[in-house]
């Protein structure tokens, strides 16, 4: 039997009288790579922020990691892993310096921070690169350090906002490649991607429209649903019918 690490039933969230997340539910499972796609204004981000403790529902239920998003947000981000496109690591530190940092984040011992920082270094081969700032360091091995250090403490689930952005495709497949290595460890991964080919790599996908979830399910049975050939079709045939166009 499948283990659920997110559940939710109607989780809703409003703004005034704007509805940015309108009654979703599904479940994700353990080790699973979930895709969690959405035009810009579909409500993706919002109810990500809600899923990882950073924003209050107005309705509904959530349990994420065993933790309940209205009563346990704290406990929810200290069981969590995040990576963000847009921050993820501090630029003006050193690579071992970010890895501590974070590790301390967490919170492990420091014990756990020397083993693991360790660890990382070697399977990322950074053994040069440890007293660099990330600053300086080329944009695709930022995304790596980032994935490594988002899951230094071993969460259930790990939550990917757009990691990929920006980087070229070589990038792209290696960094999949991680996160196939991060499911296998039992880790899920929920990750977000304007990339739909990525869409391909997941186990499942669910498509956001204006709040909604139109589409969830495997790539091959979302493909045969809506009679297309690739996730790119899926997604703008239900995307046509969008009407709005902000988070």
Not at 113 to 125: A, D, H, P, R, T
């Amino acid at each position: 039997m499948k283990e659920t690490v997110i559940k939710t039933e109607n989780l809703t969230k409003r703004f005034g009288d704007f509805v940015a997340v309108d009654a979703i539910s599904f479940e994700v499972y353990k080790g699973e790579i979930f895709g969690f796609l959405g035009a810009n204004g579909a409500g993706k981000t919002t109810a990500m922020r809600m899923l990882s403790g950073l924003s209050k529902p107005t309705s509904g239920k959530a349990i994420v990691a065993g933790l309940d998003v209205f009563t346990q947000p704290e406990e929810i981000k200290k069981n969590i892993g995040y990576m963000s496109q847009r921050f993820s690591l501090y630029e003006d530190l050193t690579v071992i310096e970010n890895i501590k940092f974070f590790g301390g984040i967490y919170g492990l011992s420091d014990k756990q921070i020397k083993q693991k920082s360790e660890e990382l270094i070697e399977q990322l081969q950074f053994q040069n690169e440890i007293k660099k700032l990330v600053h300086d360091i080329p944009l695709g091995w930022k995304q790596k350090l980032a994935l490594s250090v988002a899951i230094l403490h071993e969460p259930k689930v790990v939550f990917l906002d757009e990691p990929t952005g920006g980087v070229d495709p070589a990038t792209r497949k290696q960094f999949w490649e991680m996160i196939y290595q991060t499911a296998d460890k039992g880790i899920t991964v929920f990750v977000t991607t304007h990339y739909l080919d990525e869409a391909e790599y997941c186990n499942r996908i669910s498509i956001m429209v204006d709040g909604r979830i139109d589409a969830l399910g495997t790539p091959r049975e979302l493909k045969e649903k809506f009679s297309a050939t690739s996730m790119d079709e899926v997604f703008y045939k239900l995307a046509r019918g969008a009407k709005r166009s902000d988070n």
